[in-house]
């Protein structure tokens, strides 16, 4: 395994939108690892490939549940088959640093994928665990959360956009050499 660095607002690769994965095989498996590497050390609960450079329909997440238990997933060519209900809570992400909305997604999805092993799987999230691969899913096709949020919303956030844009991060951004981060990011 090895650590990615995150790619950060501004960087083109986070509006590419990513390419089917033709089969699972130990290069993808080393992706995942990596991946699962790179969330940890940014605390990150979600990752996608594009966030460190790889346009490439896969994405990991790693969402605490109800007592002491995790929902760890590694999603290779997601499909969303149906959405249920809506719900509205705040989000951040790795790839955008110090900003925090509200955002509205699906309550609950059901979502086709393959696993690491290239076995078919079929998942029925709900809550924090669809919000977190609605969010990377997203990424999969180059939109990012604060594409989602109000014209108004977006005009706020501008400054700090431009700022990370420019590589100006904010204060409190601490990368992973000293195993920081600001967990619950996607």
């Not at 992706?31 to 594009?50: C, H, P, Q």
């Not at 989000?91 to 909305?101: A, D, H, N, Y």
């Not at 400054?159 to 590589?167: M, N, V, Y």
Request: aromatic share 4%; hydrophobic share 40%.
């Amino acid at each position: 395994m090895s650590l990615r660095p995150v790619r950060i607002y501004g960087d083109p690769v986070l509006r590419d939108r990513a390419v089917e994965v033709p089969g699972v095989d130990d290069t993808l498996r080393q992706l995942i690892a990596d991946l699962r590497e790179s969330m940890k050390a940014y605390g990150g609960v979600g990752l996608a490939a594009n966030q460190v450079g790889v346009a490439q329909r896969v994405l990991v997440v790693d969402v605490p549940l109800e007592e002491g238990e995790r929902a760890v997933h590694a999603l290779i060519n997601p499909v969303v088959k149906r959405r249920v209900g809506t719900i509205s809570g705040e989000e951040g992400c790795l790839s955008l640093p110090g900003i925090w909305e509200d955002v509205t997604r699906s309550e609950r999805v059901v979502v086709e994928a393959l696993d690491e092993e290239g076995r078919k799987l079929v998942l029925d999230a709900e809550g924090y665990l669809a919000r977190a691969i609605q969010h990377e899913m997203d990424h999969l096709d180059g939109v990012l959360f604060v594409d989602r949020l109000s014209p108004l919303k977006r005009q706020f956030l501008r400054r700090s956009l431009d700022e990370l844009a420019r590589g100006e991060l904010p204060e409190d951004y601490h990368p992973p050499t000293d195993r920081g981060g600001h967990g619950g990011s996607f």
